[in-house]
């Protein structure tokens, strides 16, 4: 037990639920878990959401967020149990023994203050360093986790780096105070695959050279294969299996693993594109009021009825600025959409009610797609209105009819959507949107903010309905799974324009150019060594060059 850094035995931690017209009820969230983590390993924390992993790592800090509370067990770091510390204790310990990297790097840093400057003050503020050293330190954390210009980049303020760089800086922040445990709270899930691979790298390289242990927290099991020692799989607040990384991927025990494991094992048969395309993007220019650089460039691209087009791409590429111009939201400099046959006025407002009815959207976010003060059956049923004048009787039934094909059924039509599970949301969306009876729905990252289990059950729910409504799909994503699973087709855009173009078959298949490439093998496997190999494979590629 002489390397033991981190010993959790027997925690429970509850918080307190509002339900609607309810009294105030407490919840069990974690109940009985034990973790034990050695010094300078790292620990994958594994599972859906609600699972209890970002409350357990959090719990390494003795910090229970949004009205959770700790209420049962011991948490012993560095052979003390912090759970009997003074509030200034633990004002002594976070920032300095034990330090936290958020999921958005966005939404952590101050917008008003330099890098720099945020960087070092938990170093500065538990006199771990003077002020000299603490910035010569946060100089060789970015050299080594491959920030550009590192003498200079902690002068720049938030707003003037990208989002995997911030997220790095992040990580230069957390290491900064030079501490024994790091807390990864999903550091890469809000990142597209060729931004994730550099950040993961530079993780798992900073970590190897401090020698600092960590959690890694993520639902991606691919992505903690690639930086832990050991992985603990967790569900509805219980741990349901632990082992090496070895073990986890490659043998699993329990069935939830294995599901986990086996994910996106969807099959999809490619369909040949049909005589007359649904939506033609035409020779597509467009540029946001005040700008003078277009973010789409000449942008060409086809969908047939009742198929699915993936639109893929890092962050930036204008997936979602083409869908803005498709739905009317930016009218383009020039070029024409054709839907159905009618080219399309430029502007949503000047739209006839039959063209905003055929051409529907489900957007990434959820729980911001909806309003949570009313019902889903208000949700579900104002299309059915607004488009069909659907009333009393027949109202409700065709919106039962919608949560029975969204195989939600009985019971949720009077639910809110605080009382919905995040893929229980999603399909409310996906209802609302099929209430329309379109031609064509563009759904814009609809499944990035899901579990991987959940959105697999979504995008198999969006295969099945494609079928039994013949309504297209315009898939914007970043994720290659998705795309393998679902497309019929798939353009690939990068700075603006589609750099490859075609069916599925024909777009995977090599020889590639040097953007695919690099997208197709940013995409993480489920393999032990996998980061190493295409690390290694990049750095031969650019000797080469």
């Known amino acids: 037990m002489a390397d033991t850094l981190l010993d959790i035995k027997n925690l429970k931690i509850e918080a307190t639920a509002y339900p609607p017209g309810e009294p105030p009820q407490d919840i069990t969230i974690v109940e009985g878990v034990d973790l034990r983590l050695e010094k300078g390993k790292v620990l994958g924390l594994i599972g859906e959401s609600g699972a ?20 049962g067990g011991e948490i012993n770091l560095n052979g003390r149990d912090i759970r009997k510390l003074s509030l200034r204790g633990l004002r002594a310990m976070r920032g300095a023994e034990v330090t936290y990297v958020a999921q958005s790097a966005a939404a952590a840093f101050n917008p008003a203050k330099k890098l720099m400057e945020q960087i070092v003050e938990a170093t500065l503020a538990h006199k771990r360093a003077s002020k000299k050293e603490a910035e010569a330190r946060a100089v060789e954390l970015f050299r080594k986790l491959g920030l550009p210009d590192p003498e200079s980049f902690g002068n720049r303020y938030p707003h003037q780096v990208s989002g995997g760089q911030l997220q790095r800086a992040m990580t230069a922040l957390a290491l900064c105070p030079q501490p024994d445990l790091v807390v990864f709270d999903e550091p890469t899930t809000a990142l597209d695959v060729t931004t994730q691979i550099d950040v993961l790298a530079a993780i798992k390289e900073a970590i190897a050279d401090t020698g600092v242990a ?17 992985i603990m799989v967790l569900r509805g607040g219980n741990m349901v299996e632990y082992g090496s990384t070895e073990q986890i991927i490659n043998d699993p025990q329990e069935e939830y693993t294995q599901a986990l494991v086996s994910v996106r094992s969807i099959e999809h048969e490619e369909k040949q594109p049909a005589p007359e395309p649904v939506l033609k993007v035409q020779n597509i220019n467009a540029r946001y009021s005040g700008t003078k650089f277009d973010v789409l460039k000449n942008v ?10 993936a639109v893929v791409g890092e962050s930036g590429s204008g997936k979602s600025t ?9 009218p383009p400099r020039d070029g024409k959409i054709i839907f159905d046959g ?17 051409l529907q959207m489900i957007y990434q ?3 911001t797609a909806m309003n949570p003060r009313q019902t889903v059956g208000t949700i579900i049923g104002r299309p059915l209105e607004f488009y069909f004048g659907l009333k009393g009787r027949k109202k409700r039934e065709r919106i039962q009819e919608l949560l029975d094909e969204i195989e939600l059924g009985e019971g949720f039509v009077d639910r809110y959507p605080a009382e919905l599970s995040g893929g229980q949301k999603q399909r409310v969306c996906i209802a609302r949107a099929l209430a329309a009876k379109p031609k064509l729905i563009i759904c814009d990252e609809v499944t990035s903010a899901l579990d991987p289990l959940v959105a697999d059950g979504i995008l198999k729910l969006l295969l099945r309905l494609q ?7 315009l898939f914007i994503t970043h994720d290659l799974a998705t795309v393998r699973a679902i497309a019929d087709s798939i353009a690939v855009m990068y700075q603006g324009e589609v750099v490859r173009y075609g069916t599925k078959s024909d777009v995977l298949a090599p020889p590639f150019d040097a953007y695919t490439d690099l997208l197709l093998s940013s995409v993480p496997e489920m393999k032990l060594g996998w980061l190493e190999e295409v690390i290694a494979h990049r750095r031969m590629e650019s000797a080469g060059h």
């Open 300 to 309: 060409n691209v086809e969908l047939s009825p009742g198929q699915t087009l």
């Open 365 to 367: 976010m959820a729980d």
């Open 52 to 71: 209890g992993k970002s409350t357990i790592g959090l719990s390494a800090m003795n910090y229970g967020r949004g009205g959770v509370r700790i209420t």
């Open 467 to 473: 079928k039994i409504e013949d309504v297209a799909y």
């Open 322 to 330: 083409l869908a803005r111009v498709i739905t009317g939201l930016l």
């Open 214 to 230: 960590a959690l890694y927290i993520t639902h991606d099991l691919a992505v903690v294969a690639q930086v832990s020692d050991n």
């Open 342 to 358: 009618r080219e399309l006025n430029a502007d949503q407002a000047s739209r006839p009610r039959e063209d905003l009815r055929e």
